[in-house]
C-alpha cells in the first residue's frame, strides 16, 4: 500500500484561516473574565483606619475583627462576650498576643470594651490594625 508523503490543503488552499481560532479565544476570554466578577469571597468586610505610623507586626496574634455593626468575630464567626472572654483567656494562657481589626466606623466603646477584656484576662501584647494607604 503505498502512501502519500506531502499532504497538500484541499484546492489550492495556501494556508489555514485563523480568524474562527482568534474568535473563539476571545469569547473564551471574556466569559472567564465575567464569571470571575461575579465570584463572591466569604468573610468579614473590615475598612481599617489609615494611619502613617504603622509598624508591620512578625509575630502571631488572636485576631479579633469589629465590624461596623459592633460585632465581633474571631475565626470567621460571630462572638459572644462570653466567648471572647474564654478566647482571651486561652491566649493570655499560651502567652499570645491581640490584633484588634475594627472598622473605621465603628464605636471606640467597643474597640476599648475588648481592649479592656484583653487587659483583664491577662494579654500583655495588644495592637490594633491599621493601613498604610
Known amino acids: 500500500m503505498r502512501f502519500k508523503r506531502h499532504m497538500k490543503l484541499e484546492y489550492g488552499l495556501k494556508q489555514i484561516d485563523t480568524a474562527p481560532l482568534v474568535n473563539v479565544v476571545f469569547l473564551l476570554f471574556i466569559f472567564f473574565v465575567l464569571s470571575s466578577i461575579f465570584l463572591v469571597e466569604p468573610g468579614i468586610r473590615i475598612d481599617l483606619p489609615r494611619a502613617i505610623t504603622g509598624e508591620a ?4 496574634n488572636i485576631e479579633v475583627s469589629i465590624s461596623s455593626e459592633n460585632t465581633a468575630y474571631a475565626f470567621g464567626r460571630p462572638l459572644t462576650v462570653q466567648e471572647l472572654k474564654n478566647l482571651l483567656k486561652a491566649a493570655a ?21 475588648i481592649w479592656d477584656m484583653a487587659r483583664d484576662s491577662g494579654i500583655a501584647q495588644l495592637n490594633i490594625a491599621t493601613n498604610q494607604e
Open 57 to 60: 507586626l512578625n509575630y502571631e
Open 93 to 113: 494562657k499560651r502567652n499570645q498576643s491581640l490584633l484588634i481589626k475594627a472598622d473605621r466606623r465603628a464605636s471606640l466603646g467597643r474597640v476599648v470594651e
